[in-house]
């Protein structure tokens, strides 16, 4: 009951690449560059299981960043000429590949890291793939010429990789839609058939994770504007709660989402984040606690998952860390009241 886990992706050691930024560069290259990404796999493993983790992830050490990680082993996509772009509806600029052609995937795109994180650890591993509505909002189109058609067509694919990841042992697969609480209507319209296309025939556990975005200046001053309640998500939950995905991961901690939305996702896991990746304060175990009780009027402690808001990738590790290690404190308090 309570088990832990993490949305994804953790800081990466120094000497793969440039902390506390993201889009970090690496500093290896070549095979250097693919012994840095294993060590670095191997190392979250272990200090995830040291933090009390239960469902542990790879870290996202082998992606300079969660969507583009997965398109730079795609054919059809140019990244050699990167196009400027506003992104989740002109929120902040990217500089972003284009798709020039049909794509399809060059092999397996994260087969590597999971097999070595599957051999590294005995826990559940949970892996993360970015959403088909996220890819489409963080790329360019000079092939497709319609949002949906391409979106689809990056389902199709993410279907491959999935299939791929839960043969070689992956337990659950997460896709990250920070869009969908950007493109509410579309997350109706297709956005959750997308979804569907991506997990379609997987046998292991499914998530989708939705978020107001990693702790960055651009995400906290959006934030800042969006009120004192945060009511995007009642608007696509009960979707949600209708789709065929397993779980639901989403911020709970420092969030203006209102806690009782959490009732609209009624037989879904929910993975409620009860660590703020925006702040620099480690949580304490108790203020960990506050969060997962308010979590559980809403949800059942069979269905609740303690997690991190969000993405830590552009933390202070040691920091990171230290909020994985309330985490699992806090849910060990709650768990003991029970
Ligand atoms: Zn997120």
Known sequence: MLETTIAGSLPKPSWLAEPRVLWAPWRQGGEALAEAKRDATILALKLQEDAGIDIVSDGEQSRQHFVHGFLENLDGIDFANKVRMGIRNNRYEADVPTVTGPLRRRGGVHATEARIARAHTGHALKFTLPGPMTIIDTIADRHYGDRVKMAMAFADLLNEEARELAAIGVDVIQFDEPAFNVYLDEVIDWGIEALHRAIDGLDCKTAVHICYGYGIKANIDWKAGLGSEWRQYERIFSALAASRI???????????????????????????????????????????????????????????????????????????????????AGAALVRGRR
């Open 246 to 328: 397993d779980q639901v991961s989403l911020e709970c901690a420092n969030s203006r989402v209102p806690i009782e939305l959490l009732s609209l996702l009624d037989g879904k896991d929910v993975l409620a984040g009860a660590i703020d990746v925006a702040s620099g304060h480690v949580e304490t175990p108790d203020e960990v606690a506050v969060t997962i009780e308010r979590a559980l009027r809403f949800v059942p402690a069979e269905r609740l998952f303690p997690c991190t808001n969000c993405g830590m990738a552009p933390l202070d590790q040691a920091l990171a860390y230290k909020k994985l290690e309330a985490l699992s």
